[in-house]
C-alpha cells in the first residue's frame, strides 16, 4: 500500500492559512484577549471573600439556600488553598468560551433542526469535532494563535460546541409536530412559529446541551494548561509534570467545586427559562411548604436576587479593588530601575536547570525594576511560543545537538545569545547494582530484565526524538526496548521507586543533574558517539525580543554558572519544596551575593 502523505497535506494547509490569513488570526486573538481581561477583571477583581458571597447569592437565587450555603463554603475552601486566582481564571475561561461555543451552536442547531439538507452537512463535521481527540485541537490553536489563553479558548469552543449544536436539533425535532402543523393553520410565520411554539417547547433539551457545552469547556480548559493558559489547568499541568500529589489535588478540588457550581447553576437556569420547569418548581415549593421545610427551599425573588447581588458588587467597586494599579510594592532599589516596569517572558521546561536558570534570572530582572514572567511549557510548545514572539527568552537551550530540530525549524526566528554552561551530556542510566550493563551496546539481549522499557521524560524533548530516531537503532535496541514518554518528574518517582526495591530500571537522564549525586547510577557509555558531541546550555531569544531589549540582551549574552553554583541552586530550589521555587531562589542568591550584580550590572545613582 503506498503511503500516502495526509500529514503534509495538512500541514500545507495550516501554513497556507499562516501565511495569507495572519491578520485574521490577529483579528480574533485580540477579541478573545479583550473578552477574557475584561470577564477575569470582573471575576478576579474583588475580594475572594467578597466574590464568594457573590457566587453563593447567585446560588441562593437559583436553587435555594442549601445550594448557597455550599457555594460560599466551596469557594471559601478554594480561597483557603491558595487556588483563588488560579479558579477565576479558569472561570474566566469557561464563560468566555462558553458563551461563545452557545452563539455559534444555538443557530446552527435551529438551522440543522429546520433543514435536512443543512444537517446532513452539518452532521459529519459534528462527528469529527466530537471523536478527534482534545489534544489535537491544541496543535493547529497553537500555529494560529501562539501560546497562552486564546489558544485555550478557541480549542475549547471548536470542542464544547458540537453537543450544543446536536442538543438544540434535537430539541427542536423533538417538538410535537401536530402543534407545528396547528400554528401554521393559523397563518403563523415560520419565524413566529419557531419563537412562540418550538423554542419554548424545546428550551428543556436545549439547556441541557447548555449545560453539556458548559462542562466540556470546563474540561477543555485545564487541558489548555499545557499551552499556557492561565488558571487551573495550569496548576493541574504542573502538578502532573512534577508528580506533586498535594498540588494536584488541591488544583483537582479546585476543578471539582468549580464543576458542581457550573453544573448546578446551569441546571437550575434550565428549569427557570422552561415554562414546564417552572411549574414543576411551583408544585416543589408547594409540597415542601406543606411539610414544613420551606426555608430550605426558600430563594429570593428575581429582584430581591438581583439587588443583592448588585449591592455586593457595588461593595467590591466601593473597596477600590477594580483598577488598582499598584506597581509601587516593588523592592526596586533607587539607581537600579532599568526595566521601568517593561515586561519580560521567559520559558522554562519542567528540567532542574531550566526551572532553576528562569527563575534566577525572574529574581534578578525583578530586581532590577522589569516585570518578569516565567512560564513553564513542553519544549516544542516553549519554541513554537519563543518563534512566534509569545516568550521574549528560553534560558535552557541544548546545542548544538539535543535542541537541533527546533534551531532547524524556527532558527530564523531566534537569537542564540551564548552558552552560560558547558559539557553537558545526554545519556541513558542505569543503577550501579545492575551488573554487566555498562555502555549502550550492553542492553542487547536484556530487555526482559528491564521490562522491554526504557523510561523517558517529556515526548517533545529533543533528548527523547534522537534517543528513537538515532541512538537505539544505531545500537540495534528499537526492536527490543520501547521508551515510555512521560514527564522529568514521573521519570524520576519510577527511578527512586524502583531503586528502593533494588529493581533494575533503565532512564532517560543528562548531566548536570542531582539524581547523579541522590543516587548510585552508571550512565551508560556510547561508544558509537550517537548521542553527538556535548552540548552546551544556551540563552536564546526571539529576535525582536532580543533587539527590543538590548539591556536583557546583554546581560544574558555574558551569564555563566559553574556546575557547582547550578547544583547548589538546584539544591537550594529542592530544599525549599514545591510551589516554593522562588524562596529557593532567594536564599540561593543571599548565599551568593555578588551573582545578582554580576549577572544584571547597573550603575548605583
Known amino acids: ?96 468560551s462558553g458563551v461563545v461555543a452557545l452563539l455559534l451552536a444555538v443557530p446552527l442547531g435551529i438551522w440543522a433542526a429546520r433543514s435536512r439538507g443543512a444537517s446532513m452537512v452539518v452532521r459529519p463535521v459534528l462527528d469529527v469535532m466530537q471523536t478527534l481527540p482534545a489534544f489535537v485541537y491544541l496543535i493547529p490553536a497553537i500555529i494560529f494563535f501562539s501560546l497562552g489563553t486564546v489558544p485555550a479558548v478557541i480549542a475549547t469552543i471548536v470542542f464544547a460546541m458540537p453537543v450544543g449544536v446536536r ?52 474540561s477543555m480548559v485545564v487541558i489548555g494548561g499545557m499551552v499556557g493558559a492561565e488558571g487551573l489547568g495550569s496548576t493541574v499541568f504542573g502538578a502532573i509534570s512534577q508528580v506533586n500529589i498535594g498540588l494536584g489535588f488541591e488544583g483537582g478540588v479546585a476543578v471539582v467545586i468549580l464543576a458542581i457550581y457550573l453544573d448546578r447553576i446551569t441546571g437550575a437556569l434550565g428549569d427557570q427559562v422552561s415554562p414546564l420547569g417552572r411549574r414543576a418548581l411551583a408544585l416543589a415549593r408547594a409540597k415542601v411548604s406543606l411539610h414544613g421545610f420551606g426555608v430550605l427551599r426558600y430563594r429570593p425573588r428575581p429582584a430581591v436576587g438581583l439587588s443583592a447581588v448588585v449591592v455586593l458588587a457595588l461593595i467590591a467597586c466601593g473597596t477600590g479593588v477594580f483598577g488598582s494599579d499598584d506597581d509601587n510594592g516593588g523592592t526596586t532599589q533607587a539607581g537600579s530601575n532599568v526595566g521601568k516596569g517593561k515586561a519580560v517572558t521567559i520559558g522554562a521546561f519542567n528540567w532542574d536547570e531550566s526551572i532553576a536558570s528562569a527563575n534566577l534570572w525572574k529574581q534578578v530582572l525583578d530586581s532590577r525594576g522589569f516585570k518578569t514572567k516565567v512560564s513553564t511549557y513542553d519544549p516544542g510548545a516553549a519554541f513554537t511560543g519563543l518563534a512566534n514572539g509569545d516568550l521574549d527568552y528560553l534560558t ?23 552558552k552560560w554552561y558547558d559539557k553537558t551530556t545526554l545519556e541513558v542510566s542505569v543503577p550501579s547494582y545492575v551488573k554487566g550493563v555498562k555502555t549502550m551496546a550492553d542492553l542487547k539481549g536484556k530487555g526482559g530484565q528491564f521490562g522491554g522499557k526504557i523510561i523517558g521524560i517529556e515526548p517533545g524533548a529533543g533528548e527523547m526524538k534522537l534517543l528513537n530516531s538515532k541512538v537505539l537503532p544505531g545500537y540495534g535496541l528499537d526492536k527490543e526496548y520501547k521508551v515510555v514518554a512521560s514527564s522529568t518528574s514521573a521519570m524520576l518517582a519510577e527511578l527512586k521507586r524502583d531503586y528502593a526495591a533494588h529493581k533494575p530500571v533503565a532512564v532517560v537522564l543528562w548531566s548536570p543533574h542531582w539524581a547523579y549525586s541522590t543516587y548510585d547510577l552508571t550512565k551508560l557509555a556510547d561508544p558509537n558517539g550517537l548521542w553527538g558531541a556535548a552540548d552546551s546550555i544556551h540563552n536564546i531569544a526571539n529576535k525582536k525580543s532580543a533587539a527590543d531589549d538590548p539591556q536583557v540582551t546583554a546581560w544574558m549574552k555574558n551569564f555563566h554558572l559553574s556546575e557547582e553554583q547550578l547544583s547548589s541552586l538546584e539544591a537550594d530550589i529542592q530544599a525549599a519544596g514545591q510551589g516554593k521555587t522562588a524562596d529557593g531562589v532567594k536564599k540561593w542568591l543571599d548565599k551568593n551575593p555578588g551573582v545578582a550584580d554580576k549577572m544584571a550590572p547597573v550603575t548605583k545613582s
Do not use: C
Open 396 to 418: 535552557d537551550a541544548w546545542l548544538p545537538t539535543t535542541h537541533a530540530s527546533y534551531l532547524k525549524q524556527y532558527g530564523k526566528d531566534y537569537a542564540d545569545l551564548g
Open 1 to 96: 500500500m503506498p503511503r500516502i502523505h495526509l500529514g503534509n497535506w495538512a500541514e500545507d494547509v495550516v501554513n497556507w492559512l499562516t501565511d495569507h490569513l495572519s491578520w485574521l488570526f490577529d483579528a480574533i486573538s485580540s477579541v478573545v484577549n479583550h473578552l477574557y481581561d475584561g470577564v477575569e477583571w470582573v471575576l478576579g477583581g474583588p475580594p475572594p471573600l467578597l466574590m464568594a458571597g457573590i457566587l453563593a447569592v447567585i446560588a441562593l437565587w437559583m436553587r435555594g439556600l442549601p445550594a448557597g450555603v455550599l457555594a460560599f463554603l466551596g469557594f471559601a475552601l478554594i480561597d483557603s488553598i491558595a487556588q483563588w486566582d488560579e479558579a477565576m481564571q479558569s472561570l474566566s475561561l469557561v464563560v468566555v
Open 167 to 218: 442538543m438544540t436539533e434535537l430539541g427542536i425535532r423533538q417538538v410535537d409536530a401536530e402543534l407545528v402543523e396547528a400554528a401554521d393553520a393559523f397563518g403563523t410565520s415560520p419565524g413566529r412559529t419557531l419563537l412562540r411554539v418550538q423554542l419554548p417547547l424545546a428550551l428543556p433539551t436545549i439547556m441541557a446541551g447548555v449545560n453539556q457545552v458548559i462542562m466540556l469547556a470546563l
